[in-house]
């Protein structure tokens, strides 16, 4: 079974510090992981993804996430917050074809940006 | 490029009304995921189609139905609407049933 757990339901970090979301999850095989920003009122927008290639990925808007399979994280950061940063931020983990690729998402992150 | 397309992208229905939600995904994707997100929840997967036969199924209840057409758009027909049904509906879609999945905009659905 998948699952996905997102630390911290609300984060708040000033402008111009680090931005650190956490992600654990749990897959039965090896997953695709993805993480996903929604500002409000709009739909769901990629940041990045993990599918099996290198563990450091860079996405948009200067964000990056590591894949560590020993901790099963999937943590994203950015060295530096905007104030256009604040939003809520949902993890997802997919298993592909192997069980139907529907994704599992976390329950999200709200990020707030202190000027 | 061409994105998924979800329409309407608001709807306002009184309970017990039906409700149906139109999904037509990025030429050639024949994989169409439907999701449900209440209000301050996380998306919840609902009902999946690959090649116009559904391939998964979530968390969708009986009151709703969903298809997939021969031109790979779906449609997700919601009946008996009650106040819980309120949220945003995203559709995704793949080329594939591994594929990466792109999410539309959504449907906002009030239920008054």
């Known amino acids: 079974a998948q699952s996905v757990t997102q630390l911290g339901s609300h984060v708040s970090v000033s402008e111009g510090a680090l931005v650190l979301l956490r992600c654990n999850y749990s897959s039965s095989v090896p997953p695709y992981l993805f993480w996903y920003v929604q500002y409000p009122n709009q739909g769901l927008q990629l940041l990045l993804k993990y599918t099996s290639a290198a563990t450091l990925v860079k996405g948009i808007n200067g964000f990056e996430a590591e894949f560590k399979k020993s901790e099963t994280s999937f943590h994203l950061t950015k060295p530096s917050a905007h104030m256009s940063d604040a939003a809520e931020y949902f993890c997802a983990v997919s298993e592909g074809a192997v069980t139907g690729n529907q994704f599992y998402f976390g329950t999200g992150t709200s990020l707030t940006v202190i000027p | 490029a061409a994105g998924v397309i979800q329409s309407p992208r608001h709807l306002i229905k009184e309970k017990r009304e039906t409700a149906t939600l139109k999904c037509y995904p990025i030429?050639?994707?024949?994989?169409v995921y439907w999701y449900q997100q209440g209000p301050g929840q996380d998306p919840q997967f609902l009902i999946s189609?690959?090649?116009?036969?559904q391939s998964d199924k979530g968390s969708i209840p009986d009151r709703f139905s969903a298809q997939q057409f021969s031109d790979y758009h779906s449609e997700l027909n919601m009946s008996s609407l009650e106040l819980g049904d309120s949220a945003l509906y995203f559709c995704?879609?793949?080329w594939g049933q591994g594929g990466e999945q792109y999410f539309g905009p959504g449907t906002r659905l009030t239920v008054t």
């Open positions: 189609f690959y090649e116009k036969m």
């Open positions: 030429p050639r994707h024949d994989t």
């Open positions: 995704a879609s793949s």
